[in-house]
């Protein structure tokens, strides 16, 4: 597994306190309220009691006696008693509504957080975190984390029951009390022992939840390929075994819950059963009144409920330790980019340059253990400004992750990348950005209008969008949409073709006016001919920009100035096509290829021509 792992170890009371602190530091005001709203239940359910002695005493008796009640002892019951009812409902209202707050702003923010710190973490970090793992831990693992707050404040404020029903049982016979509060340390193992227990099996079923989300996100990415290729019954079956594992994980923690709730539960009551015990041979033997003893055995069922409350508490402690400890493994991550504060100049094409510049991706071997592999190796480059460079190389040969390092989606593992002799760790944040643009190999259209893709919501008026799309070679079409511009595209664009999608992606990149563009086989799903079109737009059209283009197509490679070739991660060659050619021996072989299929392209396209 390649998700974020929780650390081992760890003492889990010691951990689940820490959480509930930070917990509290965050959401002190509410959680204030929440207590206190708990605190005045608490204390008005010790009063209760007394009220209703008071109004007997006060009221109820005298109206026995006198066989009549007065309409002012009526109301005076009916009053006090009111009143304890409303007080302790006011307080159960307050406590669940600032719990309830409490809860779901820890909730909201940690999600802001983890989310926010995906966006700040390199390309290379989420390369090793699968996407439903990420999902996971912005969701269920923060909501396992702070469910603990529902029951919190209540433990906290009924606390008061238990100081009052322990005071109270200590002024009535204290030999006695100590032989019922003898359970507090048995319940204290009790929970320390389900802890143990919960802890692993807690991670495990929080780690499948993550899995579960995996292989769903993976089933519904792949639709189209599971269902072309029928199958649909491997894909249920692979589901169905991560479902009945998560299954199976989760039936094993209440299993474990149910072996200690049981206990946990009835240790109260045995304390109850001690002080009974031991009261009666007492009461035999003259050192107390049966109504002693009955008081303390009342006492005593009154702080079973406090108990209760902080068992709730600890039963949550595990889960809350696991949820924190997966969310702070994306919150402690590092690797995250340091920038400078160096500006790019700007109203220029941008030079771009790599000198001796290495990067290989972080895999796991297929046992498991961590190793490398290189995808750049040594390269030096340097594209002057205003040139258009194309990148050639067989599959894998490491052009993409050459675009990726030239626009800082990573950064080298060694060597540096220099954009204007500015090296690109230098550069302020969102600096690089501002300067250049890299269409990649795999389109992404949001769920927005035709529009909203292209300015990215940037305020661009819409004869800018326009151009844009006249570059892009997308107007005609756009203009042939229902709504045009503000046609909505569906997710990632589908309601447009490949070639439709990558055109409106390859606008997105010139709206921004790049000094430098990157295209990553950005125009493959496009038809050759328009792929020429745009490319020639894209030149005339951009004095100022500097472009790299990922090239698969002779006549992509034809209009660039000058061809780098990329083989086994380093630049083999680089210079014109007609110098590649005489001198570069897989250079020549590739092109012959790529001229090869555009012959065989051509010769089926004329076939048609003439059936038709
Ligand atoms: N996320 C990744 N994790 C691990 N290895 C990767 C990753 N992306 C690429 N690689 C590896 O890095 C090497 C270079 O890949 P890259 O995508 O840069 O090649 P490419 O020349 O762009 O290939 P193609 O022409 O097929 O798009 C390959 O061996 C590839 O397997």
Redesign the pocket.
Known sequence: MTGVQPPPGGSTLREGLAVVRRGIAGQRGWFSVAVLGATVYGVMTGLTAWAIGWTVQEAVAPAIAAGRATGAQLWFVGGVLSAVVVVNVVGVIGRRLAGGIAMYNLGAQYRRDVTRQYLRLPLSWH?RHPSGQLLSNANADVEATWNIFAPLPMAIGVVVMLAFGIVQMLVVDPFLALVGLTVFPMLFAANVAFQRAMSPRMTRAQQLRADVSEVAHESFEAALVVKSLGREDHETERFRAVADELRDANIEVGRTRGRFDPAIESIPTLGTLAVLLVGTHRVRSGGLTAAEVVQVAYLFSITAFPVRALGWVLGELPRSVVGWRRVSAVLDATGAMAHGDRHLPRGRASAVAAESVSYA???ETEEGQPTV?P??VDVTLAIPAGATVALV????????????LLMRLVDPDSGVVLIDEVDLREVRRGGVSEVAALVP?QTFLFDDTVRGNVTLGSPHDDATVWRALEVAHAAAFVRRLADGLDTRVGERGASLSGGQRQRVALARAVIRDPQLLIL??ATSAVDPSVEQAILSRLRAASSGTTVVV?A?RMATVLLADEVVY?EE?HVVDHGTHAELLGRCAGYEGLVTAYAREAAERAAITSAEEVSR
């Open positions: 390369h991706y972080e895999i592999n995808a750049v190389g067989p599959t894998g040969s490491g052009k993409s992750t050459l675009a990726n190999q990553d086989d990922v698969y990329v991660g």
